[in-house]
């Protein structure tokens, strides 16, 4: 089957680096996309990796491992306003989103 | 923004009455989506459009069926709502974006089944 591994939940001090990552089982690969998701609202595009590497956005970075199946979305000098879930998606063989449960990331003073 | 809304934003309806959530876009995309999202669970899939009337099966497609007579809209039924339904309804469509064909999502719709 299908699978995609995120943790739950996750802690970290406003000002300070936090890695979150994401490890995929899926018939066959054509890219991986990080969105951001406030409580209560939809789902917001973040990024987007297809080849493996660092893709960087202002305070965001995204990296992807095609041969290990992983992928990190690295968020730096971390503001309030970034508490939100954070969900990872992969496209599939046939093109299709195979999403993440999502990883809570809760911001503190 | 891609234009993208959904009605009604919030319905409490009870067991085995029928319920249509209308998603509507205003730019034209040929392809619409409708997700659940529950605690748990990632975003799943239950019904996707390609075109006007071509519409296909998502992984959790019992119990819903979808229409789209016209681009614009692409509407999501209950026939008969069961507790389980209860969720979180997201339309999304597809536009170019940071080098793929990217979801962008409506407002979503929150459903209470009693």
């Known amino acids: 089957g299908q699978n995609i591994d995120q943790p739950t939940e996750m802690t970290a001090t406003e000002g300070a680096i936090v890695q979150i990552n994401c490890t995929y089982q899926t018939s066959g690969f054509n890219g991986l996309f990080w969105y951001q998701q406030h409580a209560g609202e939809a789902p917001t595009f973040l990024s987007y990796n297809v080849l493996d590497g660092l893709e960087e956005k202002g305070r965001f970075s995204s990296f992807l491992s095609r041969s290990k199946g992983y992928s990190y979305l690295l968020l730096k000098e971390l503001q309030m306003k970034d508490s939100a879930s954070y969900l990872c998606a992969v496209l599939d063989s046939n093109y299709q989103l195979i999403w993440g449960a999502g990883t809570k990331l809760i911001i503190k003073p | 923004d891609a234009g993208i809304t959904q009605s009604p934003r919030h319905k409490v309806t009870e067991t085995g009455t029928p319920v249509t959530l209308r998603c509507h876009q205003t730019?034209?995309?040929?392809?619409m989506y409708w997700y659940r999202q529950d605690p748990g669970h990632g975003l799943r899939l239950i019904h996707y459009s390609y075109g006007v009337k071509d519409t296909d099966k998502g992984e959790v497609s019992d119990g819903y069926s979808v229409s789209r007579s016209k681009t614009e809209d692409f509407l999501l039924t209950l026939e008969s709502a069961t507790s389980s339904q209860t969720s979180v309804y997201f339309c999304?469509?597809?536009?170019?974006?940071?080098?793929?064909?990217?979801?962008?999502f409506g407002p979503g719709t929150r459903l209470t089944v009693l």
């Open positions: 730019e034209n995309h040929r392809y």
């Open positions: 999304a469509i597809t536009q170019l974006a940071g080098g793929a064909d990217t979801q962008y």
